[in-house]
């Protein structure tokens, strides 16, 4: 009988339609010829091709060969004979006749970069043909997840694709005509008040009037524990989810957890009613519960609670192509996690270094803002003075400073001093929570004073001075 748990011999890619692989031996020819003559024409080669775009392996050593000797300065015919002789390749390439052979050939037509496109289209094809007839294999056998092998596929077609987007040149007049383009449509729309359905906000009234519409970029809400950031994320839940398809990975709660909250914020229900003795609930409170749950229903949200990196990426990727998802929700970084093959070699910064990379990638290729919740130390604590979080407490984070379209950071004076309920001139200043936009790499930096009511899952503005300069002492 047989183990259906051993992997197939079958090559399932070499069997396509019983075809020789796409090639262009020819031009692969012609341009390690014209490389040996002429070794300056290598840094355009290399912009284009890595030995494994040759489909002959004589063709990969001698284009292996070519650029070692290049690193110690000039290439002759010479030089790259002895290296390949000290490799024990010469023969396998079929010596230096071989080579010798190939300067021959070199007519003074050749256009080097397009030969070279040449050869790596073919490559492409060649690799995407290999990974289809993987994937044909896998799903045959049935011993592996199907999830899994949906996963690892994405992962190697995108690095199929990434690798031609090395090459790809987008012509800086293109660019330009671009920014033009939407800079004029904004301005036509705002005059004839036309919605732009790509002006995405997070209708919080102060943070839109420093943001603007959100950038396709990577927003980092930061803060310690018991600052509010769950609160945070349920009032963008409850803002956003009104006007535009909003994805949110609930990594800190469950999905009743954050839709009780949800409730609790949109019909201004104390959250110790779901904490509260069952016998003395009453029949106007179970009303109010069912009400609320039909609130919550009708904000347009996707959710998800998984933690792995990976399969956070591919849930985004769907919300967006089927249910054109505008903005991504994401709670919290270092809950995160990556596949165990990779896992196993990654320090706890350079994991999160991996997630915070996902993220960014995925803003620019989804051309979505995702706004990341990020849960810092308790080293603040132990500061003296001011307890107000900096991008200083960010450096155990990660690279999120580098990689962060915007960082801000929650923070509520109260919690330090239960006497900092009032300011210098009697003001109540209770429920105070800073949200303190230290980095913004397009914009204007601040803090915006919210007021949070916590125990309704709320925050909302402040409606006193809005915007302080972040160079403002605080009044505490």
């Known amino acids: 009988m047989t183990d259906r748990k051993n992997k197939s011999s079958v090559d399932f ?11 262009a031996v020819e031009l692969e020819k012609d341009v390690l010829g014209y490389l040996l003559i002429d070794y300056r024409l290598l840094v355009d080669a290399k912009a284009i091709l890595n030995s494994d775009d040759f489909y002959k ?17 000039i290439v002759d015919l010479k030089l790259v004979i002895e290296n390949l002789k000290d490799n024990g390749k010469l023969d396998l390439v079929g010596g230096a006749y071989a080579l010798v052979g190939l300067t021959n050939n070199v007519t003074q037509t050749l256009n080097l970069k397009k030969y070279c496109l040449i050869i790596k289209q073919k490559s492409i094809a060649r690799k995407l043909i290999k990974l289809s007839g993987e994937i044909i294999g896998d799903a045959y056998e049935e011993t592996e997840d199907i999830f899994s092998i949906l996963e690892n596929s994405e992962q190697k077609f995108k690095d199929i694709n990434n690798e031609l987007g090395e090459i790809r040149v987008t012509p800086l007049e293109s660019v330009a005509m671009k920014v033009i383009e939407r800079f004029d449509t904004k301005v036509y729309n ?19 009037k420093l943001n603007g519409s959100l950038f396709n970029g990577l927003y980092v809400v930061a803060g310690r524990p018991a600052m509010g950031k769950g609160v945070h994320l349920t009032e963008l839940c409850c ?11 609930n990594g800190e ?62 849930k985004i990727r769907l919300w967006v192509s089927k249910y054109n998802v505008k903005c991504v929700l994401a709670d919290f970084l270092t809950l995160f996690k990556v596949r165990d093959e990779l896992a196993k070699y990654f320090t706890d910064k350079q994991r999160v270094d991996y997630v915070l990379n996902v993220f960014v990638d995925l803003c620019k290729e989804l051309k979505i803002p995702i706004i990341l919740y990020v849960q810092m ?28 379209y915007q960082v801000s950071f ?67």
């Not at 107000?388 to 690279?399: F, I, Q, V």
Request: aromatic letters at 6%.
């Open 13 to 23: 890619s070499s069997m396509v339609y019983g075809k020789v692989p796409p090639s």
């Open 57 to 73: 392996d004589d063709h990969k050593y001698i284009y292996e060969a070519i650029c070692e000797v290049s690193e110690y300065g």
């Open 239 to 249: 803002r956003m989810g009104k006007h535009y398809d909003i994805g949110v990975i």
């Open 377 to 404: 130390n308790r080293e603040i604590l132990g500061r003296h003075g001011t307890k107000e979080p900096n991008m200083g407490d960010l450096k155990a984070s990660g690279s999120i400073e580098e990689l962060a």
């Open 253 to 314: 709660m469950t999905n009743e957890q954050l839709l009780t909250r949800i409730g609790c914020n949109l019909l201004n229900i104390d959250n110790f009613l779901f904490k509260k003795d069952p016998r003395f609930i009453t029949e106007e409170e179970q009303e109010l519960v069912k009400l609320a749950m039909n609130e919550a229903l009708n904000l347009k949200l996707h959710i998800d609670t998984n933690r792995q990196i990976e399969k956070i990426a591919n």
């Open 190 to 208: 705002a005059k004839n008040g036309i919605i732009d359905e790509n002006e995405i906000k997070t209708h919080f009234t102060e943070w839109d």
């Open 410 to 476: 929650l923070h509520r004076p109260e919690y330090y001093d239960p006497n900092s309920i009032t300011d210098e001139n009697g003001n109540d200043t209770k429920g105070l929570c800073y949200q303190i936009v230290a980095k913004h790499r397009d914009g204007e930096t601040g803090r915006l004073r919210l007021k949070a009511k916590l125990q309704c899952s709320q925050m909302h503005e402040w409606h006193l001075e809005p915007l302080i300069s972040i160079n403002d002492p605080l009044p505490f």
